[in-house]
């Protein structure tokens, strides 16, 4: 199925094959590795990821440069199986005992849930936060 890019109406990606293609060409990353049709569908679960996050409606139409590049990311870490990773253990051990040997682990903070910093720095700016209302004088 062919991908809709934004912002034409039914959009279901943020970003055309062409230049997730040329993204990841110039980032270095194996994106070409993956089949053609892994690459759409991981686009869209991408935008998907990536739309979840907020993006303020000014930045989709156009689509801003950055909102693409976070969109490119999400995909990527959907092709490797860690965008939404069921495996991440949100009570982790905090110590264990093996003999005499000891270790201990810290706590996670965010509740186990992963976290991309390079997504949330491209898009830092371009979102509404959660259950904050923008307000706009008249």
């Known amino acids: 199925m062919a991908l809709i890019v934004a912002p034409a109406d039914g959009y279901d990606t943020l970003v055309s094959a062409a230049d997730a293609d040329a993204y990841w060409e110039s980032m270095g990353g194996a994106w070409l590795d993956f089949l053609p049709a892994d690459r759409e569908a991981a686009l869209r679960r991408g935008t998907q990821y990536v739309l979840a996050r907020r993006v303020k ?45 000891a270790v201990s682990y810290a706590v996670p903070t965010n509740g186990g849930r992963a976290r991309f910093p390079v997504i949330d720095d491209l898009l830092r700016g371009l979102t509404m936060g959660g259950g904050v209302v923008e307000l706009v004088r008249a």
Request: proline share 4%.
């Open 57 to 101: 409606p000014e930045n989709l139409d156009p689509v801003h440069t950055r909102v693409k590049a976070a969109t490119c990311e999400a995909a990527m870490l959907h092709l490797t199986g860690m965008l939404y990773a069921t495996s991440i253990d949100a009570a982790a051990v905090t110590s264990e005992r093996v003999g005499e040997i």
